[in-house]
């Protein structure tokens, strides 16, 4: 791992899971849940190579490499500040024979502008559909946030364009517009096979969604037991369900599906 590197005055590091140091944006979305979760549904392929549709930090991109899930990754992102933070964070890690950049936008991306062809791409995609939700906020988040560079169909054929027939594609989505998510997966021949909701504790409405489609499957959807990051308690204990999953960057055996 190298020495710790100038840090800019609109930065932080970090230490995070995996033992990972990574910079980050004070302005912009900083690591969490979703990302680890994602990364953490995501299954083994080590021999695979992979690419992240909206890389951010590079965090999920990082994980991936440094659990060996995959090979190597690109990292798709359309703002240069965060494609080069991408490539300094794999540094940073000792990863960048692993890890890469491509400076770009999903609506645009072929596979010819891979160094590589993937079996599998993964995403936390915008969420928020362009014009909704609050607005002042730094330009960073807006673009992380809103679909301002393409909307989930637009990741959706992006991924579909990159991936050959079984391929991959593995995200993280909000569970009200989870119709827009399977309509798009629909539209560009992704099949959901595997997914799982996310619930801050019992008593909640899940949070989050983690979906694997495969393309050009047959339809057939698994749908895993939800998973309760939080018991019901003032401390707000972790259940034990996500604490083996935190531990491992992981999904248990059991709900891996086929």
Not at 146 to 162: M, T
Not at 207 to 217: F, R
Request: hydrophobic share 40%; net charge positive.
């Amino acid at each position: 791992m190298n020495a710790t590197p100038p840090i800019g005055a609109d930065e932080r590091l970090d230490t995070v899971n995996e033992r990972l140091r990574l910079i980050q944006k004070k302005r912009g979305l900083t690591y969490g849940t979703d990302a680890f979760l994602l990364a953490a549904f995501v299954r083994p392929q080590p021999r695979d190579n992979a690419v992240e549709l909206g890389g951010g930090s590079g965090i999920v991109s990082l994980l991936l490499a440094r659990t060996g899930k995959i090979r190597r990754i690109a990292a798709v992102e359309i703002q240069p500040e965060y494609a080069e933070l991408i490539d300094r964070n794999a540094a940073l890690n000792g990863l960048s024979d692993r890890v890469s950049s491509i400076c770009g936008d999903v609506r645009d991306v072929n596979p010819s502008d891979l160094p590589f062809a993937p079996r599998l791409v993964v995403s936390n995609p915008p969420y928020l559909q362009n014009g909704a939700g609050r607005r002042n906020e730094a330009r960073e988040k807006e673009i992380a946030r809103h679909e301002i560079f393409g909307d989930i169909d637009d990741f959706c054929a992006c991924a579909a364009r990159l991936l050959g027939t079984g391929g991959r594609f593995v995200s993280v989505w909000r569970p009200e517009r989870l119709s827009a998510l399977y309509n798009a997966m629909h539209n560009h021949r992704l099949e959901p096979k595997r997914t799982v909701f996310v619930h801050a504790d019992p008593s909640s409405p899940p949070c989050a969604v983690l979906t694997e489609a495969v393309k050009d499957a047959s339809p057939s959807l698994r749908v895993l037991p939800p998973l309760v990051l939080c018991e019901p308690d003032a401390a707000h204990t972790q259940t034990e369900a996500a604490a083996k999953i935190y531990r491992s960057c992981s999904f248990p055996k059991s709900g891996a599906g086929n």
